[in-house]
């Protein structure tokens, strides 16, 4: 086993160390720093390492939270007036309060949180810019709804607490500004896992290493904490990571998934996120064809304009208030990953309904008295076949009708986008020229990778329709 313990208490940048110029003790594997990594610092491999092996754990005492900071009892006792929507009020302002703190034990980790200039997520871009690279590709929506919680929260929410507690918060220092900061901050460095009860504490003696989960048979969903986790957070993402962060009871462990060259970037997984998320969440996403978990959302408003347009009036609205009543469309969307449609059950509902003759509609709604639309239905058996009917092979067995009207929301969804592919194609290999300058600053460069790898997939979709 080796272990690198995080030394914490010094700055960051001193824990570039072992450097690769430097004699490292014996049993470290991992250097982290700027050379080697994909983007500013990240976590490099100094010696082969196998499937498997720990790269370093850090304590729990080591995390920064609202339950292990300065002001955990101020937090705790305002735990009621704290709750929001999000969640993340009581760390946002403990962040805070250690951040502005000159003498915070966490002052080393935290003087290296990144600048809107480094984290460039974004809740940080100007509308014009978002609307005109983003369009089409459900980024706008989810950051617009982001600033306006973060605003919302921070007024409502921390504002009041912060008045009420002056000894601890000063308005002329903890701004709106640096609470936006710092919610980026938590969106792009946090994770989150079940929280420790107290019992779950007292086990770790059992075994230190147990990994930290959900257990099948509780009843209760267990409360998830989000804490920033000093070393595990210089770590980098790609879909096809080679390590991963194990919550254990009194430690948290880095492991390696697969066999780790020397010279070779150790990379974590912030989850099985699509572009689009990443885009969101953490300001980069990856170049088509290296995320394997990407998706393109297919908006159902764009069904609903065509039903309007193809049924009467009164017959479009039935359908369509049936499917939202009865619960069977909760997504907003069609969702299409790799492999062809993940929301397979509401896809079928939907498109099974709103191509229904009007009789049949009728038929159905009067026979409807259950909430369940299928519980002894014909459709209670189908579950199984929808795997295989949605995934792209078993498209071409669909029904006709619902073929046409994927097809015609799909193709409608193609035109939203900013460029046609050809033009982005050619935007990516004129930044990938060496004799070229560059023509796309890095907001643009990400855009364009999200767009090229959703066009891709609702091209994908479109062929397996034919
Ligand atoms: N590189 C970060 C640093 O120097 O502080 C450490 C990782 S931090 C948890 C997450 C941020 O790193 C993201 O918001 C993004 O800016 C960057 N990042 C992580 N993985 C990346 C990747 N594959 N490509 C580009 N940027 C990445």
Known sequence: MHVFMVPYGQDKRNYMYPSRNSPCPSGVRVHVGTEGSCIRYGMIAIDNIAE???????????????????????????????????????????????????????????????????????????????????????VPDVVYRDVENICHEYHSVAVPFMKKNPEYFDLSVHTLELYRKLVAFVMAYSFTSPKQTSESAHEESVDDDAEEGVDDEAED?????????????????????????????SRLSMIATRDINKDEEIFNTYGELPNWQLLQMYGFVEKYPENIYDTVDLPLILLREHLEFELDDHLAQAKWNFLRDTEEMLDDNIIIGLDGILNKWETYQTLKIC?????????????????????????????????????????????????????????????SFKNTMEEDMMLVSEENSTCNASTLNRRQKYACYLRIGQRKLLVKLMQCLK
Not at 108 to 118: G, K, V
Not at 228 to 238: F, K, Q, T
Request: aromatic content about 8%; hydrophobic content about 40%; glycine content about 6%.
């Open 52 to 138: 498997g092996e720990i790269l370093f754990t850090i304590p729990r005492e080591c995390l920064l939270h609202p339950d292990n900071c300065s002001i955990t009892a101020l937090l705790q006792q305002g735990e009621s007036e704290l709750q929001s929507e999000s969640g993340w009020v009581p760390l946002v302002l403990c962040l805070m309060f250690e951040y502005t703190c000159a003498d915070s034990k966490w002052r080393p980790y935290l003087d290296l949180c990144p600048d809107r200039n480094q984290l460039d997520l974004p809740m940080f871009w100007d509308r014009e810019t978002i609307s005109k690279e983003l369009q089409g590709t459900g």
């Open 221 to 249: 969903v267990p409360t998830l904490l989000t804490m920033m986790v000093p070393m595990a957070d210089i770590l980098n993402h790609v879909a096809k990571n080679n390590a991963r962060l194990q919550f254990g009871q």
């Open 355 to 415: 191509t229904m003759t009007s009789a049949d509609f009728k038929k159905l709604e009067t026979s409807f008295v259950d909430e369940d639309l299928d519980e002894e239905g014909e459709d209670g058996h189908i579950e199984d076949s929808l795997e295989e009917l949605f995934s792209f092979d078993g498209l071409m067995d669909l029904p006709s009708p619902w073929r046409q009207l994927l097809m015609v929301c799909a193709t409608k969804h193609l035109k």
